[in-house]
Protein backbone atom coordinates (compact mmCIF):
# COMPACT_ATOMS: atom_id res chain seq x y z
CA UNK A 1 0.00 0.00 0.00
CA UNK A 2 1.28 3.61 -0.76
CA UNK A 3 1.78 5.64 2.28
CA UNK A 4 4.16 8.73 2.50
CA UNK A 5 5.01 10.50 5.55
CA UNK A 6 6.78 13.61 6.26
CA UNK A 7 10.25 14.46 5.91
CA UNK A 8 11.97 15.40 9.49
CA UNK A 9 12.44 19.44 9.87
CA UNK A 10 15.70 19.91 8.83
CA UNK A 11 15.16 18.26 5.13
CA UNK A 12 12.47 20.48 4.90
CA UNK A 13 14.26 23.84 5.68
CA UNK A 14 16.72 22.98 2.94
CA UNK A 15 14.26 22.22 0.56
CA UNK A 16 12.54 25.16 0.62
CA UNK A 17 15.94 27.50 1.08
CA UNK A 18 15.57 27.80 -2.64
CA UNK A 19 12.55 29.62 -3.30
CA UNK A 20 14.15 32.58 -5.04
CA UNK A 21 13.37 33.10 -8.98
CA UNK A 22 14.53 30.65 -11.02
CA UNK A 23 14.53 27.87 -9.04
CA UNK A 24 14.54 24.04 -10.47
CA UNK A 25 10.89 24.01 -10.10
CA UNK A 26 10.10 27.00 -12.16
CA UNK A 27 11.45 25.75 -15.41
CA UNK A 28 8.48 25.34 -17.49
CA UNK A 29 8.08 21.60 -18.23
CA UNK A 30 7.76 20.80 -22.41
CA UNK A 31 8.82 24.17 -23.04
CA UNK A 32 10.43 23.06 -26.07
CA UNK A 33 7.67 22.97 -27.61
CA UNK A 34 7.36 26.15 -27.97
CA UNK A 35 6.36 27.29 -31.11
CA UNK A 36 9.39 29.25 -32.79
CA UNK A 37 7.45 31.73 -35.29
CA UNK A 38 8.56 34.97 -35.39
CA UNK A 39 10.74 35.89 -33.34
CA UNK A 40 10.57 38.97 -31.03
CA UNK A 41 12.93 39.73 -29.21
CA UNK A 42 12.20 40.30 -25.28
CA UNK A 43 12.28 43.80 -23.62
CA UNK A 44 14.10 44.09 -20.55
CA UNK A 45 11.30 46.28 -19.29
CA UNK A 46 7.42 45.61 -20.03
CA UNK A 47 4.41 48.10 -18.98
CA UNK A 48 0.86 47.08 -19.44
CA UNK A 49 -1.37 49.99 -19.43
CA UNK A 50 -5.02 48.76 -19.36
CA UNK A 51 -7.93 51.69 -19.87
CA UNK A 52 -11.21 49.96 -18.45
CA UNK A 53 -14.21 50.11 -20.28
CA UNK A 54 -13.39 51.93 -22.97
CA UNK A 55 -15.17 52.05 -26.20
CA UNK A 56 -13.41 53.26 -28.99
CA UNK A 57 -15.45 56.48 -29.74
CA UNK A 58 -14.21 57.89 -26.57
CA UNK A 59 -10.62 58.32 -28.08
CA UNK A 60 -12.20 61.11 -30.28
CA UNK A 61 -14.84 62.45 -27.88
CA UNK A 62 -11.84 63.29 -25.81
CA UNK A 63 -9.44 64.57 -28.61
CA UNK A 64 -12.35 66.78 -29.23
CA UNK A 65 -13.54 67.92 -25.94
CA UNK A 66 -9.70 68.72 -25.19
CA UNK A 67 -9.19 70.67 -28.42
CA UNK A 68 -12.28 72.71 -27.70
CA UNK A 69 -11.37 73.47 -23.99
CA UNK A 70 -7.76 74.47 -24.65
CA UNK A 71 -8.15 75.95 -28.60
CA UNK A 72 -5.80 73.86 -29.12
CA UNK A 73 -6.84 71.96 -32.67
CA UNK A 74 -3.23 70.37 -33.19
CA UNK A 75 -3.92 68.22 -29.80
CA UNK A 76 -3.69 64.72 -30.34
CA UNK A 77 -3.62 61.62 -27.68
CA UNK A 78 -0.57 60.30 -27.14
CA UNK A 79 -1.59 57.40 -27.70
CA UNK A 80 -2.80 57.95 -30.75
CA UNK A 81 0.62 57.05 -32.57
CA UNK A 82 1.08 53.63 -30.73
CA UNK A 83 -2.14 52.03 -32.14
CA UNK A 84 -1.47 49.32 -34.07
CA UNK A 85 -4.96 47.37 -34.03
CA UNK A 86 -7.63 45.94 -32.35
CA UNK A 87 -8.19 43.04 -29.44
CA UNK A 88 -11.45 40.66 -29.44
CA UNK A 89 -12.40 40.42 -26.37
CA UNK A 90 -14.54 37.68 -24.62
CA UNK A 91 -15.05 35.55 -22.18
CA UNK A 92 -14.30 31.25 -22.75
CA UNK A 93 -18.64 31.22 -23.27
CA UNK A 94 -19.74 34.59 -23.51
CA UNK A 95 -19.10 37.64 -26.57
CA UNK A 96 -18.89 40.52 -23.73
CA UNK A 97 -16.61 40.10 -21.37
CA UNK A 98 -16.66 41.06 -17.56
CA UNK A 99 -13.45 42.93 -16.52
CA UNK A 100 -12.22 39.92 -14.39
CA UNK A 101 -12.12 37.33 -17.04
CA UNK A 102 -11.07 40.30 -19.67
CA UNK A 103 -7.71 41.18 -17.70
CA UNK A 104 -7.08 37.36 -16.95
CA UNK A 105 -7.02 36.97 -20.79
CA UNK A 106 -4.33 39.11 -21.56
CA UNK A 107 -2.69 38.49 -18.55
CA UNK A 108 -2.87 34.65 -18.49
CA UNK A 109 -3.64 33.20 -21.79
CA UNK A 110 -7.05 31.63 -20.20
CA UNK A 111 -10.53 32.13 -21.41
CA UNK A 112 -12.60 32.71 -18.07
CA UNK A 113 -16.19 32.91 -17.35
CA UNK A 114 -17.89 35.93 -15.66
CA UNK A 115 -16.44 36.68 -12.24
CA UNK A 116 -13.33 34.52 -12.86
CA UNK A 117 -10.17 36.23 -11.85
CA UNK A 118 -7.37 34.25 -13.08
CA UNK A 119 -8.68 31.19 -12.80
CA UNK A 120 -9.13 27.96 -15.56
CA UNK A 121 -12.97 28.37 -15.69
CA UNK A 122 -15.42 25.49 -15.31
CA UNK A 123 -16.74 24.00 -18.17
CA UNK A 124 -20.08 25.13 -19.59
CA UNK A 125 -20.92 23.01 -22.61
CA UNK A 126 -23.74 24.51 -23.77
CA UNK A 127 -22.14 27.77 -24.20
CA UNK A 128 -18.32 27.08 -24.12
CA UNK A 129 -17.10 28.38 -27.86
CA UNK A 130 -14.31 25.61 -27.73
CA UNK A 131 -13.86 22.43 -25.48
CA UNK A 132 -12.79 23.79 -22.00
CA UNK A 133 -9.91 21.40 -20.39
CA UNK A 134 -12.25 19.46 -17.60
CA UNK A 135 -8.82 18.70 -16.08
CA UNK A 136 -7.92 22.15 -15.32
CA UNK A 137 -11.15 23.14 -14.55
CA UNK A 138 -10.96 25.17 -11.58
CA UNK A 139 -7.04 25.62 -10.76
CA UNK A 140 -5.52 29.06 -11.16
CA UNK A 141 -3.61 30.60 -14.03
CA UNK A 142 -0.47 31.54 -13.79
CA UNK A 143 -0.31 35.42 -14.65
CA UNK A 144 2.61 37.43 -16.66
CA UNK A 145 3.24 39.33 -13.96
CA UNK A 146 3.83 36.05 -11.65
CA UNK A 147 6.26 34.54 -14.22
CA UNK A 148 8.18 37.90 -14.44
CA UNK A 149 8.88 37.40 -10.68
CA UNK A 150 9.40 34.31 -10.54
CA UNK A 151 10.91 32.96 -14.10
CA UNK A 152 12.74 36.48 -14.26
CA UNK A 153 13.65 38.01 -11.13
CA UNK A 154 11.99 41.02 -12.54
CA UNK A 155 10.69 43.62 -10.09
CA UNK A 156 6.46 43.96 -10.30
CA UNK A 157 4.39 47.03 -9.58
CA UNK A 158 0.64 47.41 -9.89
CA UNK A 159 -0.78 51.10 -10.36
CA UNK A 160 -4.23 51.36 -10.67
CA UNK A 161 -7.42 54.31 -9.36
CA UNK A 162 -9.71 51.88 -7.39
CA UNK A 163 -9.39 49.72 -5.04
CA UNK A 164 -6.17 47.19 -5.12
CA UNK A 165 -8.52 43.84 -5.54
CA UNK A 166 -10.52 45.24 -7.93
CA UNK A 167 -10.98 42.80 -10.82
CA UNK A 168 -7.84 44.20 -12.80
CA UNK A 169 -5.17 44.76 -10.73
CA UNK A 170 -6.41 41.98 -9.34
CA UNK A 171 -6.56 39.55 -12.56
CA UNK A 172 -2.82 40.71 -12.71
CA UNK A 173 -1.64 39.11 -9.48
CA UNK A 174 -3.97 37.17 -7.60
CA UNK A 175 -6.78 34.25 -8.08
CA UNK A 176 -10.26 33.29 -7.41
CA UNK A 177 -13.49 32.37 -9.10
CA UNK A 178 -15.54 35.10 -7.83
CA UNK A 179 -13.88 39.23 -8.18
CA UNK A 180 -15.56 40.79 -6.04
CA UNK A 181 -14.17 38.14 -2.98
CA UNK A 182 -11.83 41.32 -2.22
CA UNK A 183 -10.70 39.21 0.58
CA UNK A 184 -9.19 36.33 -0.32
CA UNK A 185 -7.78 38.44 -3.50
CA UNK A 186 -6.35 41.21 -1.21
CA UNK A 187 -4.83 38.59 1.27
CA UNK A 188 -2.89 37.37 -1.90
CA UNK A 189 -1.63 40.45 -2.95
CA UNK A 190 -0.73 41.77 0.63
CA UNK A 191 2.25 38.76 0.65
CA UNK A 192 2.70 37.97 -2.69
CA UNK A 193 6.11 40.20 -2.52
CA UNK A 194 4.96 43.35 -5.05
CA UNK A 195 7.55 45.68 -5.20
CA UNK A 196 4.75 48.49 -5.28
CA UNK A 197 1.21 48.92 -5.46
CA UNK A 198 -0.46 52.06 -5.93
CA UNK A 199 -3.93 52.79 -5.83
CA UNK A 200 -7.06 52.71 -3.65
CA UNK A 201 -8.06 50.56 -1.02
CA UNK A 202 -7.66 51.58 2.27
CA UNK A 203 -10.90 49.44 3.47
CA UNK A 204 -10.14 46.65 2.50
CA UNK A 205 -6.78 46.52 4.30
CA UNK A 206 -6.28 44.60 7.44
CA UNK A 207 -4.27 44.44 10.34
CA UNK A 208 -2.82 40.92 9.22
CA UNK A 209 -2.93 42.22 5.67
CA UNK A 210 -0.72 45.36 6.90
CA UNK A 211 1.78 43.01 8.82
CA UNK A 212 2.21 41.12 5.50
CA UNK A 213 2.82 44.10 3.36
CA UNK A 214 5.29 44.68 5.96
CA UNK A 215 6.80 41.53 5.89
CA UNK A 216 7.42 41.36 2.72
CA UNK A 217 9.86 45.12 3.37
CA UNK A 218 8.00 47.43 1.90
CA UNK A 219 6.37 50.94 3.51
CA UNK A 220 2.87 51.45 3.63
CA UNK A 221 1.77 54.55 3.28
CA UNK A 222 -2.36 54.97 3.77
CA UNK A 223 -3.86 58.27 2.44
CA UNK A 224 -0.76 60.32 2.99
CA UNK A 225 0.37 62.36 -0.07
CA UNK A 226 3.26 64.37 1.46
CA UNK A 227 4.94 60.64 2.31
CA UNK A 228 4.54 59.65 -1.13
CA UNK A 229 5.50 62.02 -2.87
CA UNK A 230 9.01 62.50 -0.49
CA UNK A 231 9.53 58.42 -0.20
CA UNK A 232 12.70 57.92 -1.30
CA UNK A 233 13.64 53.97 -2.27
CA UNK A 234 17.06 52.62 -0.79
CA UNK A 235 16.06 53.29 2.79
CA UNK A 236 16.11 56.78 2.21
CA UNK A 237 13.64 59.63 2.13
CA UNK A 238 13.40 63.33 1.06
CA UNK A 239 12.46 65.17 3.94
CA UNK A 240 10.72 63.97 7.46
CA UNK A 241 7.30 62.96 6.18
CA UNK A 242 6.31 60.92 8.99
CA UNK A 243 6.94 57.13 7.23
CA UNK A 244 10.22 55.47 7.99
CA UNK A 245 10.64 53.12 4.77
CA UNK A 246 12.42 50.19 5.35
CA UNK A 247 13.19 48.75 1.68
CA UNK A 248 12.72 49.75 -2.21
CA UNK A 249 9.53 48.27 -1.87
CA UNK A 250 6.12 50.90 -1.37
CA UNK A 251 2.47 50.44 -1.04
CA UNK A 252 0.48 53.62 -1.17
CA UNK A 253 -2.97 53.46 -0.93
CA UNK A 254 -5.76 57.02 -1.55
CA UNK A 255 -9.00 56.76 -0.45
CA UNK A 256 -11.18 53.81 0.72
CA UNK A 257 -12.17 52.29 -2.33
CA UNK A 258 -11.58 54.43 -5.22
CA UNK A 259 -9.69 57.57 -6.02
CA UNK A 260 -11.31 61.13 -6.28
CA UNK A 261 -12.09 60.93 -10.89
CA UNK A 262 -9.40 63.09 -11.85
CA UNK A 263 -11.64 66.08 -12.54
CA UNK A 264 -12.38 65.92 -8.71
CA UNK A 265 -8.85 65.39 -7.35
CA UNK A 266 -7.47 67.73 -5.71
CA UNK A 267 -3.61 67.23 -5.73
CA UNK A 268 -2.48 68.23 -2.38
CA UNK A 269 -4.88 65.22 -1.60
CA UNK A 270 -4.02 62.95 -3.51
CA UNK A 271 -1.57 62.20 -6.55
CA UNK A 272 -2.82 61.20 -10.11
CA UNK A 273 -2.60 58.47 -12.48
CA UNK A 274 0.13 59.60 -14.49
CA UNK A 275 2.10 60.87 -11.20
CA UNK A 276 1.72 57.31 -9.65
CA UNK A 277 3.21 55.98 -13.17
CA UNK A 278 5.86 58.52 -13.02
CA UNK A 279 6.72 56.92 -9.58
CA UNK A 280 6.62 53.71 -10.38
CA UNK A 281 9.16 54.17 -13.59
CA UNK A 282 11.29 55.93 -11.20
CA UNK A 283 11.31 52.95 -8.58
CA UNK A 284 10.96 49.68 -10.52
CA UNK A 285 13.17 50.93 -13.05
CA UNK A 286 16.47 50.85 -10.65
CA UNK A 287 15.90 46.74 -10.95
CA UNK A 288 18.66 45.05 -12.50
CA UNK A 289 16.56 42.61 -14.31
CA UNK A 290 14.11 44.69 -15.30
CA UNK A 291 9.93 45.05 -14.49
CA UNK A 292 6.81 44.65 -15.16
CA UNK A 293 4.44 47.30 -14.22
CA UNK A 294 0.59 47.10 -15.10
CA UNK A 295 -0.87 50.60 -15.03
CA UNK A 296 -4.94 50.64 -15.06
CA UNK A 297 -6.77 53.53 -15.89
CA UNK A 298 -9.48 52.49 -13.61
CA UNK A 299 -12.91 54.98 -14.33
CA UNK A 300 -13.18 55.30 -17.61
CA UNK A 301 -15.54 52.23 -16.97
CA UNK A 302 -17.00 54.05 -13.82
CA UNK A 303 -17.87 56.57 -15.95
CA UNK A 304 -19.44 54.68 -18.61
CA UNK A 305 -21.20 52.65 -16.29
CA UNK A 306 -23.16 56.08 -15.03
CA UNK A 307 -23.16 57.04 -18.58
CA UNK A 308 -21.46 60.59 -17.39
CA UNK A 309 -19.60 61.96 -20.57
CA UNK A 310 -17.40 63.71 -18.42
CA UNK A 311 -16.54 61.07 -16.61
CA UNK A 312 -15.34 59.10 -19.60
CA UNK A 313 -13.51 61.85 -20.92
CA UNK A 314 -11.17 63.12 -18.52
CA UNK A 315 -10.52 59.73 -16.89
CA UNK A 316 -9.29 58.96 -20.30
CA UNK A 317 -7.08 62.16 -21.08
CA UNK A 318 -5.69 61.42 -17.44
CA UNK A 319 -4.62 57.49 -18.25
CA UNK A 320 -3.08 58.88 -21.72
CA UNK A 321 -0.94 61.59 -19.57
CA UNK A 322 0.41 58.54 -17.98
CA UNK A 323 0.75 56.64 -21.48
CA UNK A 324 3.17 59.41 -22.04
CA UNK A 325 4.84 59.21 -18.88
CA UNK A 326 5.27 55.57 -19.97
CA UNK A 327 6.29 56.16 -23.48
CA UNK A 328 8.74 58.81 -23.07
CA UNK A 329 10.51 56.46 -20.56
CA UNK A 330 10.27 53.63 -22.88
CA UNK A 331 11.58 56.15 -26.12
CA UNK A 332 14.54 57.31 -23.78
CA UNK A 333 15.15 53.34 -22.02
CA UNK A 334 15.30 51.77 -25.63
CA UNK A 335 14.70 48.70 -23.89
CA UNK A 336 11.08 49.09 -22.79
CA UNK A 337 7.76 48.05 -24.70
CA UNK A 338 4.78 49.23 -23.50
CA UNK A 339 1.10 48.14 -24.40
CA UNK A 340 -1.99 50.28 -24.28
CA UNK A 341 -5.24 48.17 -24.45
CA UNK A 342 -8.78 48.40 -22.94
CA UNK A 343 -10.40 45.02 -21.53
CA UNK A 344 -13.83 45.60 -23.46
CA UNK A 345 -16.14 49.00 -24.41
CA UNK A 346 -18.60 50.04 -22.51
CA UNK A 347 -21.40 52.30 -23.08
CA UNK A 348 -20.15 53.27 -26.62
CA UNK A 349 -19.71 56.81 -26.41
CA UNK A 350 -19.80 58.89 -29.70
CA UNK A 351 -20.34 61.86 -31.39
CA UNK A 352 -23.32 63.09 -32.70
CA UNK A 353 -26.29 60.60 -33.03
CA UNK A 354 -29.88 60.66 -32.91
CA UNK A 355 -31.31 63.50 -32.94
CA UNK A 356 -28.09 65.69 -33.49
CA UNK A 357 -29.33 67.93 -35.82
CA UNK A 358 -27.81 69.99 -38.99
CA UNK A 359 -24.84 67.55 -37.38
CA UNK A 360 -22.66 68.07 -40.72
CA UNK A 361 -22.75 71.41 -40.45
CA UNK A 362 -21.94 72.19 -37.03
CA UNK A 363 -19.02 73.31 -35.44
CA UNK A 364 -17.27 71.49 -32.67
CA UNK A 365 -18.68 74.45 -29.85
CA UNK A 366 -22.29 72.55 -30.67
CA UNK A 367 -20.99 69.00 -29.02
CA UNK A 368 -19.61 70.41 -26.06
CA UNK A 369 -21.00 74.41 -25.43
CA UNK A 370 -23.31 73.14 -22.35
CA UNK A 371 -20.81 71.00 -20.57
CA UNK A 372 -17.52 73.36 -20.71
CA UNK A 373 -18.54 74.63 -17.22
CA UNK A 374 -18.40 70.85 -15.71
CA UNK A 375 -15.96 71.33 -13.18
CA UNK A 376 -17.10 67.97 -11.19
CA UNK A 377 -18.08 64.44 -11.83
CA UNK A 378 -21.68 63.55 -11.70
CA UNK A 379 -20.36 61.56 -8.83
CA UNK A 380 -19.10 64.24 -6.49
CA UNK A 381 -22.30 66.06 -7.52
CA UNK A 382 -24.09 63.41 -5.83
CA UNK A 383 -21.96 64.63 -2.57
CA UNK A 384 -21.75 67.94 -3.20
CA UNK A 385 -26.19 68.24 -3.49
CA UNK A 386 -26.40 66.18 -0.56
CA UNK A 387 -24.62 68.11 1.68
CA UNK A 388 -26.33 71.62 0.97
CA UNK A 389 -29.94 72.84 2.05
CA UNK A 390 -32.56 72.18 -1.01
CA UNK A 391 -33.30 75.79 -1.74
CA UNK A 392 -29.00 75.79 -2.77
CA UNK A 393 -29.46 73.43 -5.05
CA UNK A 394 -29.97 75.25 -8.65
CA UNK A 395 -26.86 77.65 -7.29
CA UNK A 396 -24.52 74.80 -6.07
CA UNK A 397 -25.46 73.26 -9.24
CA UNK A 398 -24.79 76.15 -11.73
CA UNK A 399 -21.40 77.25 -9.53
CA UNK A 400 -20.03 73.36 -10.51
CA UNK A 401 -21.17 72.48 -13.70
CA UNK A 402 -21.94 76.40 -15.27
CA UNK A 403 -25.31 74.26 -15.91
CA UNK A 404 -28.88 76.07 -15.24
CA UNK A 405 -31.22 74.14 -14.14
CA UNK A 406 -34.69 73.36 -15.45
CA UNK A 407 -37.71 72.97 -13.54
CA UNK A 408 -38.39 69.26 -14.77
CA UNK A 409 -34.14 68.27 -13.96
CA UNK A 410 -34.70 70.52 -10.51
CA UNK A 411 -37.69 68.29 -9.88
CA UNK A 412 -36.09 64.90 -10.71
CA UNK A 413 -33.02 65.91 -8.64
CA UNK A 414 -35.11 66.30 -5.34
CA UNK A 415 -36.69 63.15 -5.77
CA UNK A 416 -33.63 61.16 -6.16
CA UNK A 417 -32.08 62.98 -3.83
CA UNK A 418 -31.98 59.67 -0.99
CA UNK A 419 -31.65 57.42 -3.69
CA UNK A 420 -28.21 56.65 -4.51
CA UNK A 421 -27.23 53.09 -5.01
CA UNK A 422 -23.90 51.79 -3.41
CA UNK A 423 -22.72 49.93 -6.20
CA UNK A 424 -21.74 51.47 -9.18
CA UNK A 425 -22.94 48.80 -11.53
CA UNK A 426 -26.25 49.81 -10.30
CA UNK A 427 -26.13 53.52 -11.57
CA UNK A 428 -26.48 52.51 -15.36
CA UNK A 429 -29.76 50.83 -14.23
CA UNK A 430 -31.17 52.67 -11.43
CA UNK A 431 -32.79 55.69 -11.70
CA UNK A 432 -30.80 57.46 -8.79
CA UNK A 433 -29.40 61.26 -8.26
CA UNK A 434 -25.88 60.35 -9.99
CA UNK A 435 -27.90 58.82 -12.83
CA UNK A 436 -29.98 61.85 -12.83
CA UNK A 437 -26.72 64.28 -12.69
CA UNK A 438 -25.25 62.45 -15.84
CA UNK A 439 -28.14 62.69 -17.71
CA UNK A 440 -28.34 66.32 -17.48
CA UNK A 441 -24.45 66.94 -18.65
CA UNK A 442 -25.16 64.13 -21.63
CA UNK A 443 -28.47 66.34 -22.21
CA UNK A 444 -26.24 69.58 -22.59
CA UNK A 445 -23.96 68.23 -25.06
CA UNK A 446 -24.35 66.20 -28.57
CA UNK A 447 -22.63 63.47 -26.71
CA UNK A 448 -24.27 59.93 -27.08
CA UNK A 449 -24.31 56.73 -25.35
CA UNK A 450 -26.12 53.66 -26.45
CA UNK A 451 -26.44 52.82 -22.77
CA UNK A 452 -24.44 52.30 -19.90
CA UNK A 453 -23.05 48.73 -19.92
CA UNK A 454 -20.55 46.37 -21.53
CA UNK A 455 -20.38 46.07 -25.39
CA UNK A 456 -18.59 43.57 -27.65
CA UNK A 457 -17.10 45.27 -29.29
CA UNK A 458 -13.55 45.47 -30.30
CA UNK A 459 -10.97 47.56 -28.32
CA UNK A 460 -7.97 49.66 -29.27
CA UNK A 461 -4.52 47.86 -29.15
CA UNK A 462 -1.34 50.48 -29.30
CA UNK A 463 2.13 49.45 -28.56
CA UNK A 464 5.37 51.60 -28.31
CA UNK A 465 8.27 48.74 -29.00
CA UNK A 466 12.08 50.06 -29.32
CA UNK A 467 12.13 47.30 -32.41
CA UNK A 468 8.50 48.10 -33.96
CA UNK A 469 8.18 44.68 -32.98
CA UNK A 470 4.64 44.65 -32.27
CA UNK A 471 0.96 42.60 -33.15
CA UNK A 472 -1.05 44.34 -36.16
CA UNK A 473 -4.14 43.60 -36.95
CA UNK A 474 -7.08 42.20 -35.25
CA UNK A 475 -6.52 40.09 -32.53
CA UNK A 476 -7.56 37.59 -30.01
CA UNK A 477 -6.99 38.92 -26.55
CA UNK A 478 -5.31 35.66 -26.04
CA UNK A 479 -2.54 36.34 -29.04
CA UNK A 480 -1.78 39.38 -27.26
CA UNK A 481 -0.86 37.29 -23.67
CA UNK A 482 0.96 35.69 -26.00
CA UNK A 483 3.20 38.51 -27.33
CA UNK A 484 3.57 39.74 -23.67
CA UNK A 485 5.19 36.45 -23.02
CA UNK A 486 7.53 36.63 -25.78
CA UNK A 487 8.55 40.39 -24.62
CA UNK A 488 9.42 38.77 -21.23
CA UNK A 489 11.10 35.86 -22.83
CA UNK A 490 9.49 33.23 -21.11
CA UNK A 491 11.18 30.09 -22.74
CA UNK A 492 8.87 27.87 -25.33
CA UNK A 493 6.78 31.35 -25.16
CA UNK A 494 4.27 30.77 -28.10
CA UNK A 495 3.94 33.24 -30.90
CA UNK A 496 1.27 36.24 -31.15
CA UNK A 497 0.27 34.99 -34.61
CA UNK A 498 -0.46 32.15 -33.51
CA UNK A 499 -4.37 31.78 -33.86
CA UNK A 500 -5.32 29.13 -31.68
CA UNK A 501 -8.91 29.56 -30.54
CA UNK A 502 -9.11 29.44 -26.34
CA UNK A 503 -5.79 28.57 -24.10
CA UNK A 504 -3.00 27.24 -26.21
CA UNK A 505 -1.63 24.34 -23.89
CA UNK A 506 1.60 24.79 -24.54
CA UNK A 507 2.13 28.63 -23.32
CA UNK A 508 4.73 28.26 -20.67
CA UNK A 509 2.38 30.13 -18.30
CA UNK A 510 0.16 26.34 -18.09
CA UNK A 511 3.26 25.16 -17.00
CA UNK A 512 4.37 27.57 -14.72
CA UNK A 513 0.88 27.04 -13.67
CA UNK A 514 1.46 23.32 -12.71
CA UNK A 515 4.43 24.14 -10.57
CA UNK A 516 2.93 27.17 -8.14
CA UNK A 517 -0.44 25.89 -8.52
CA UNK A 518 -0.63 21.74 -8.24
CA UNK A 519 -4.26 20.48 -6.50
CA UNK A 520 -3.43 19.92 -3.22
CA UNK A 521 -4.81 15.89 -3.42
CA UNK A 522 -1.82 15.19 -6.34
CA UNK A 523 0.87 16.86 -4.13
CA UNK A 524 -0.38 15.46 -0.84
CA UNK A 525 -1.46 12.26 -2.65
CA UNK A 526 -1.66 9.31 -0.14
CA UNK A 527 -1.69 11.44 2.74
CA UNK A 528 -4.46 12.36 5.37
CA UNK A 529 -5.32 15.87 4.52
CA UNK A 530 -8.71 17.58 5.70
CA UNK A 531 -10.20 21.25 4.81
CA UNK A 532 -11.21 23.28 7.85
CA UNK A 533 -13.25 26.00 7.51
CA UNK A 534 -14.13 27.32 10.36
CA UNK A 535 -12.04 30.05 10.28
CA UNK A 536 -11.20 33.50 9.03
CA UNK A 537 -9.96 31.07 5.43
CA UNK A 538 -9.68 27.75 4.89
CA UNK A 539 -6.79 26.07 6.17
CA UNK A 540 -5.65 22.97 4.64
CA UNK A 541 -3.87 20.24 7.26
CA UNK A 542 -1.80 17.71 6.46
CA UNK A 543 -0.11 14.73 7.91
CA UNK A 544 -0.26 11.42 8.97
CA UNK A 545 -0.33 10.88 12.91
CA UNK A 546 2.76 7.94 12.86
CA UNK A 547 4.51 10.53 11.04
CA UNK A 548 4.19 12.81 14.50
CA UNK A 549 4.37 16.07 12.15
CA UNK A 550 1.29 17.83 10.47
CA UNK A 551 1.40 20.92 8.34
CA UNK A 552 -1.27 23.40 8.39
CA UNK A 553 -1.69 25.42 5.22
CA UNK A 554 -3.63 28.72 5.00
CA UNK A 555 -5.43 29.97 2.15
CA UNK A 556 -4.44 32.47 0.15
CA UNK A 557 -0.93 33.08 2.07
CA UNK A 558 2.16 31.99 1.00
CA UNK A 559 3.36 30.27 4.43
CA UNK A 560 3.10 27.11 5.70
CA UNK A 561 3.42 25.90 9.07
CA UNK A 562 5.11 22.25 9.87
CA UNK A 563 3.88 21.43 13.40
CA UNK A 564 5.69 18.93 15.43
CA UNK A 565 4.25 16.83 18.14
CA UNK A 566 6.86 19.04 20.82
CA UNK A 567 4.39 21.92 19.76
CA UNK A 568 7.52 24.20 17.81
CA UNK A 569 6.87 25.81 14.66
CA UNK A 570 8.42 25.81 11.43
CA UNK A 571 7.22 28.23 9.03
CA UNK A 572 8.24 27.78 4.97
CA UNK A 573 7.50 30.11 2.44
CA UNK A 574 5.84 28.87 -1.10
CA UNK A 575 6.78 30.55 -4.34
CA UNK A 576 2.98 32.16 -4.44
CA UNK A 577 0.34 32.01 -2.40
CA UNK A 578 -1.87 28.75 -2.18
CA UNK A 579 -5.51 29.43 -3.55
CA UNK A 580 -8.66 27.75 -2.23
CA UNK A 581 -11.71 27.08 -4.90
CA UNK A 582 -14.65 26.66 -3.28
CA UNK A 583 -16.23 25.48 -6.60
CA UNK A 584 -13.58 22.34 -6.55
CA UNK A 585 -12.96 22.22 -2.97
CA UNK A 586 -9.15 22.05 -3.39
CA UNK A 587 -6.53 23.93 -2.79
CA UNK A 588 -3.74 24.81 -5.12
CA UNK A 589 -0.22 24.88 -4.20
CA UNK A 590 3.37 24.71 -4.82
CA UNK A 591 4.41 21.17 -6.33
CA UNK A 592 7.42 21.42 -4.52
CA UNK A 593 5.60 20.65 -1.26
CA UNK A 594 5.49 17.43 -2.73
CA UNK A 595 8.81 17.09 -1.96
CA UNK A 596 8.49 16.93 1.65
CA UNK A 597 6.75 13.56 1.26
CA UNK A 598 8.18 10.04 0.71
CA UNK A 599 7.08 7.24 0.09
CA UNK A 600 6.89 4.19 2.85
ZN1 LIG B 1 -13.48 46.32 -17.38
Not at 9 to 16: F, G, P, R, Y
Amino acid sequence: MLKRLLLPAAILIALTACTTACTLACTPAGSSAGTPATKVRPTKNVIFMLTDGTSEGALAAARWYQRYMTGDMSFNLSLDQYICGLVQTHESDCPITCSAPGMSAYMTGVLGRIGNVSMNPLPHPEHDFYPVDPDRAGQPAATVLEAARLLKGKATGLVCTVTFPHATPAAASAHYPYRWAYHPLALQQSCEGLDLLFGSGTDVLTDEMRAMIAGTGATLIEDDVAAFRTFEPSGRKASSAGVAPSSNRLWALFGDDMTEFEIDRVDSEQPSLSEMTAKAIDMLSRSRKGFFLMVEGSKVDYGAHSKDPVEIITELLEFDRAVKVATDFARKDGNTTVVIVSDHGNAGIQIGGGGYANYEANPVDSIYYGIRGVKASSWKMVQRLQGCAEREIPAVFKEWTGIDLRPAELSDIRKNMNRVEGDYMQVANTWNLQGTIAKIYLSRSNLKLIGGDHTGEDVILGVYNPRGQRPTGVIRNTQLNAYVCQLLGLKGAVSWEDKTLGPNPRNPLFALADEIFAPHDKVFEGLECSIDESGDVPVLRVGAAEAGVSLRIPAFHNTVELERPDGSVDVIRTKAPCVWNPDTRKFYLDRSLGKLTVKL
